[in-house]
């Protein structure tokens, strides 16, 4: 329990939708005090670029192109953490469904975003939530594999400020989940108040 906390800095969280090629990461500014919940950042990245970005070529010519990509996504992840400093990382957790390769894939994943975790703040745990969580939090059924009722969830919502007018309606699945994966585990924190 946080009891009586008084300090105004707000809790930060990144939310991540992983994938191998394509990374949604968002940030949400958490008011432990009001529980005013504030969307500041949500972007796509994508492994390809990152690449080049990172200067990680030579990576796909020794090793091949998945773990070039998963090296750029790290390395990409590690510079977030460092720029917006989050106190809480939370991250949708791989799901074992009809694709067994996807899955496995998403498991590499994950042990790159707790590298990327461990090298902001080893003492700092990855958080994750199963995607039914998720979905059932913004009033979408767990079974639903429709993204735009993701979209419409997290349009509804009356305690997601926007001040940054960030176009939630144009953003990408992976934006949106990264979105709601932040957004669940604040009001995780809000409803239970408690953090770590």
């Given at each position: 329990?946080?009891?009586?906390?008084t300090d105004p800095t707000p809790l930060r969280i990144i939310?991540i939708d992983p994938g191998t090629e394509t990374l949604g990461?968002?940030?949400?500014?958490?008011?432990?005090?009001?529980?005013?919940?504030?969307?500041?950042?949500?972007?796509?990245?994508?492994?390809?670029?990152?690449?080049?970005?990172?200067?990680?070529?030579?990576?796909?010519?020794v090793h091949g192109d998945r773990i070039a990509r998963l090296?750029?996504?790290?390395?990409?992840?590690?510079?977030?953490?460092?720029?917006?400093?989050?106190?809480?990382?939370?991250?949708?957790?791989?799901?074992?469904?009809?694709?067994?390769?996807?899955?496995?894939?998403?498991?590499?994943?994950?042990?790159?975003?707790?590298?990327?975790?461990?090298?902001?703040?080893?003492?700092?745990?990855?958080?994750?939530?199963?995607?039914?969580?998720?979905?059932?939090?913004?009033?979408?059924?767990?079974?639903?594999?429709?993204?735009?009722?993701?979209?419409?969830?997290?349009?509804?919502?009356?305690?997601?400020?926007?001040?940054?007018?960030?176009?939630?309606?144009?953003?990408?699945?992976?934006?949106?989940?990264?979105?709601?994966?932040?957004?669940?585990?604040?009001?995780?924190?809000?409803?239970?108040?408690?953090?770590?």
């Amino acid at each position: 329990m946080l009891g009586d906390y008084t300090d105004p800095t707000p809790l930060r969280i990144i939310g991540i939708d992983p994938g191998t090629e394509t990374l949604g990461v968002s940030v949400l500014d958490v008011s432990l005090t009001t529980n005013q919940i504030v969307l500041q950042y949500v972007s796509t990245y994508t492994a390809t670029q990152l690449i080049r970005l990172f200067h990680l070529q030579w990576i796909s010519q020794v090793h091949g192109d998945r773990i070039a990509r998963l090296k750029a996504h790290e390395e990409n992840l590690y510079s977030l953490f460092t720029t917006f400093r989050p106190h809480e990382i939370v991250s949708e957790s791989p799901y074992l469904g009809r694709f067994p390769a996807a899955y496995a894939a998403l498991v590499e994943c994950m042990s790159v975003i707790r590298t990327a975790v461990m090298r902001y703040d080893f003492r700092m745990p990855l958080h994750t939530l199963d995607p039914p969580t998720v979905k059932t939090r913004l009033g979408v059924s767990g079974k639903s594999g429709d993204k735009t009722l993701m979209r419409e969830g997290l349009l509804r919502l009356p305690d997601l400020e926007n001040p940054q007018r960030i176009p939630i309606e144009l953003l990408d699945e992976h934006s949106i989940d990264a979105m709601a994966v932040a957004y669940t585990r604040a009001r995780y924190v809000t409803q239970c108040n408690r953090y770590g």
